[in-house]
């Protein structure tokens, strides 16, 4: 447990890490002509991409990739960002040669594996890096990494941008304050974890922060071994509203806040809290301390990595543990 709340407190030294690391890597002229990315990762390692395209606006199409295969239309002006903690997830080795046969620009990012090696032998620059500061050594740890590995170099190669001054100052004040705030965040997530337990968790977000949904449902489901699913405001008011009738379990939804969002989605969810209480279920929301997009993206960051370290604890359950993707994989293999 000592070693999962180091690593979630060493969240922000991740990030400097990564984004001063990546700074200084070095692409070929080629790398000038992106038409197109599409950027491949499961699990731990598929959730930078989601968080990026939510925070930051793209200058070119970006896609996420969480398959065996590249899109079809990958050709050599797309960029495939090839992203695997361990280096060695099997549907990211598959999309690396495959972005190879179709001539793509290729980067991405890996602690070391059959990734790490696929990027040395065909002399492709990317970001394979020392987790120092991730003392659990498990992917979901280590989000720093993937997330500002990733964001350090899509912003060298121009593929995202900057709306709130230039990036490399807002990582560092963004690292700064989510230091600061660490302890009020850590309290936070402690007080919501002791509401959660033994209930089923609907997360939802919106603009900036849909992705940070997305990974605090993935880090409940294994790190808390707990059933969430997260949801976009507004497109959950289209349909979802009318699924919280059956079955009778349960339920807590979670919203996470921001005084950035847009005011009609900012409606939408005092109007969508009040629906949720009509249908019988519990709601929470943690509301991310005002800043720029990149700081609010860390906050809510730090914050569920927290909060689902917590739950697990309340369970008695091995935060670090993942016994059934474990044996799945093992089935997996004997089936070749």
Sequence with gaps: ????????????????????????????????????????????????????????????????????????????????????????????????????????????????????????????????????????????????????????????????????GPLGDQVKRGVGRTTESKGKIQQAAKKLAETIKDRALLIFAADHLIGNAHAFANQANETSKTAAFWFSIPEANHHLLEGLKHPKIPLTAIFLESNNYFDPVKKRIELTKKIVEKNGHETQSYRVQQGTLLEEMLDALMFSSFTTVYLADHYREDPLAIPWVDSFKKELEKTK
């Design 1 to 164: 447990m000592n070693d999962v709340l180091k690593s979630v407190e060493k969240l922000p030294d991740q990030c400097l890490q990564a984004w001063e690391e990546t700074q200084k890597i070095e692409f070929d002229a080629r790398y000038k002509e992106i038409w197109n990315v599409a950027v491949c990762g499961m699990g731990a390692s598929g959730l930078p991409a989601h968080i990026i395209n939510s925070a930051f606006p793209a200058n070119v199409p970006v896609v996420s990739v969480n398959a065996y295969d590249l899109p079809s239309w990958a050709h050599e002006h797309t960029l495939a960002y090839l992203s695997s903690y361990s280096g060695n997830t099997e549907e990211i080795l598959s999309c690396a040669e495959q972005a190879k046969k179709s001539n793509c620009m290729v980067t991405g990012s890996s602690e070391g594996g059959k990734l790490a090696e696929f990027f040395k032998s065909n002399n492709y620059s990317a970001y394979v890096y020392d987790p120092k500061h991730n003392p659990a050594k498990q992917p979901r740890m280590g989000l720093g990494y993937g997330v500002f590995g990733q964001l350090g170099i899509l912003a060298k190669l121009g593929v995202v941008s900057a709306v709130e």
